[in-house]
């Protein structure tokens, strides 16, 4: 079992969400939007510049910076959200290079 929270700035736009559960968590803070409005990325949407961080148990990463797409968040997002109203379901995290999935 897993809680979905979302965080939300003052002018309503969400910059971060959190996957919780019961030995840890993953945030995925979205810091910088590269290329917005001109250039989209071929992932979809546009790059962004995103912060992680991760607890599992004893295990914790702070601040490990990567490289996605809006494209490739928000499909992963509605498969979050889909899984937590179901309470069941399989999300992977669309990407090129190495596979995230999540079993619920």
């Known amino acids: 079992m897993?809680?979905?929270?979302l965080s939300m700035k003052r002018?309503?736009?969400?910059?971060?969400?959190l996957l919780g559960g019961k030995q840890?968590?993953?945030?995925?803070?979205?810091n910088e939007v590269i290329g917005y409005p001109?250039?989209?990325?071929?992932l979809g949407g546009y790059d962004v510049k995103v912060k992680i961080?991760?607890?599992s148990g004893n295990y914790y990463?702070?601040?490990a910076e990567l490289w996605f797409s809006t494209g490739q968040?928000?499909?992963?997002?509605v498969q979050l959200l889909k899984c937590y109203k179901e309470l069941k379901g399989i999300i992977n995290f669309p990407n090129p290079e190495s596979e995230l999935k999540l079993e619920v």
């Open 2 to 5: 897993f809680d979905l929270k």
């Open 11 to 17: 002018d309503e736009k969400m910059n971060q969400f």
């Open 24 to 30: 840890g968590f993953i945030r995925i803070e979205l």
């Open 38 to 42: 001109n250039e989209t990325s071929f």
């Open 53 to 55: 961080e991760l607890k």
């Open 61 to 63: 990463v702070k601040d």
């Open 73 to 77: 968040i928000y499909e992963f997002y």
